[in-house]
């Protein structure tokens, strides 16, 4: 056993029943201050008071203590939207978008996703392994413990099933908790330009089932958006997905009301996600939904788009989850507590709704809530100590810098 003692502020204590937080719950958050936590490899063990510590500590007579100094303890941040694997990166178009143009545009004159693509295809699955395995880590010294990484940059089935199988090394090596999505419906790659149909043809027939044969994908997505994939292609991506029991990620409404958010709820996703164009009519739709809405700051901020309108959907009554879509296109970080902070900054969401957020409700949006995403009796230790702060709420305040001194995966410290 191990314990954390002196901890100023464990945040995010919820019951072994709760799943998800939506609407006016997302306000509230359980903060014990002057805590202890226990826990070992097989999960958290207990927590309470410093007083309460003092009764029991004679039990525990053999377990490790490490002193928290101040700082507080937050669970770690599940990061339900990635595309980690890539190789190089895009400032050049970078360039372009700050001289004013468009995604849609730098995807037209065959930048965007297609140049990750030529990328990935010359790049071997060692080198997509190493570069991958250090965003990881890096995403994991910012407090990250779970993370879904998508395909997506192979466009065919060979160069899909390399991607898939880097993802399904780091899934081995990483102590970190990892889902796998297969996102070959990401763009219509060079080959098939002029015949989408043709390609989406080639994802069902032959792609699914081959992804499905070797377990390399938990989830299935579609970028389903204006420009890129109809509602009735992610239809029957979707249907043969399922029938290999791929439950469906949706990247919804980005660029355009584009049907998504509709799809994605009458296909029972785990989360629709982007969401920049959202009415009543998609809000109407995911009411009623388990369907997680998740919005993704860090490429609204990087690529200047509109709002995703979270306070309203709060207000319906809707959970709402933020991710960091960390991809070289359109969000070149995986750093959550930035996530946190642009929630706050340019959402207007409160620090307890981001908590919620980046923890629990991410933690839904890739079915790993019983274990992860809250400190609760049962779950996984999986878990960041701070530095010393004054306050829960430093965390989206002080944006930008590291506040984390330490990570906790499966009850060991891994950072
Ligand atoms: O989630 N919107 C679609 N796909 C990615 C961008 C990928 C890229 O530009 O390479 C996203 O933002
Ligand atoms: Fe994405």
């Not at 002193?67 to 599940?78: L, R």
């Amino acid at each position: 056993m191990q314990v954390i003692t002196n901890i100023k502020g464990l945040v995010q204590i919820l019951p072994a029943s709760a799943s998800c937080v939506r609407g006016k719950e997302m306000q509230k958050l359980e903060v014990l201050s002057d805590a202890f936590l226990l826990f070992d490899e097989n999960g958290i063990a207990d927590f309470g008071t410093m007083e309460q510590w003092k009764s029991k500590a004679a039990d525990y007579a053999g377990a490790e203590e490490t002193d928290a100094k101040g700082g507080f303890v937050f669970p770690a941040f599940c990061d339900s939207h990635t595309h980690i694997v890539y190789a190089g990166s895009r400032e050049i178009e970078y360039n372009d978008k700050i001289r004013g143009l468009s995604y849609e545009e730098i995807a037209k004159r065959g930048g965007g996703i297609l140049n990750s693509v030529d990328r990935l295809r010359q790049t071997s699955e060692d080198e997509l392994f190493e570069s991958a395995w250090e965003r990881l880590q890096t995403m994991c010294a910012y407090g990250t413990g779970a993370v879904e990484v998508k395909s997506g940059y192979g466009l065919d089935l060979a160069n899909e099933l390399k991607m898939l199988r880097v993802i399904a090394r780091l899934k081995e090596k990483s102590p970190m908790t990892i889902r796998a999505n297969f996102l070959a419906a990401h763009a219509v790659p060079r080959e098939y330009i002029g015949r989408q149909t043709e390609y989406v043809d080639l994802i069902v027939r032959e792609m699914i089932p081959a992804v499905a044969a070797e377990k390399l994908a938990d989830f299935v997505d579609v970028f389903c958006d204006q420009g890129f994939f109809t509602v009735e292609d992610t239809e029957r991506i979707l249907e043969a997905g399922a029938k290999y029991g791929l439950q469906p990620k949706i990247h919804a409404n980005e660029l355009a009301a584009s049907g998504g958010i509709q799809v994605g709820v009458k296909y029972k996703a785990l989360s629709v996600d982007h969401l920049e164009h959202v009415g009543k009519a998609e809000i109407e739709a995911l009411l009623g939904s388990n369907t997680m809405p998740t919005v993704l700051p860090g490429a609204a901020f990087f690529l200047g788009m509109p709002l995703s309108p979270v306070r309203e959907m709060m207000e319906a009554g809707l959970p709402v989850a933020l991710a960091s879509d960390f991809n070289p296109g359109s969000s070149p970080s995986g750093n959550m507590q930035f996530v946190m902070s642009l929630g706050c900054i340019r959402y207007r969401m409160y620090p307890e709704e981001v908590v919620h957020a980046t923890t629990i409700n991410t933690a839904c949006a890739m079915g790993v809530e019983k274990e992860l995403g809250s400190i609760t009796r049962g779950k996984k230790a999986d878990f960041f100590i701070t530095k010393p702060i004054p306050t829960y709420e430093y965390m989206p305040y002080s944006y930008g810098d590291n506040k984390v001194a330490s990570v906790y995966l499966n009850g060991k410290k891994v950072i």
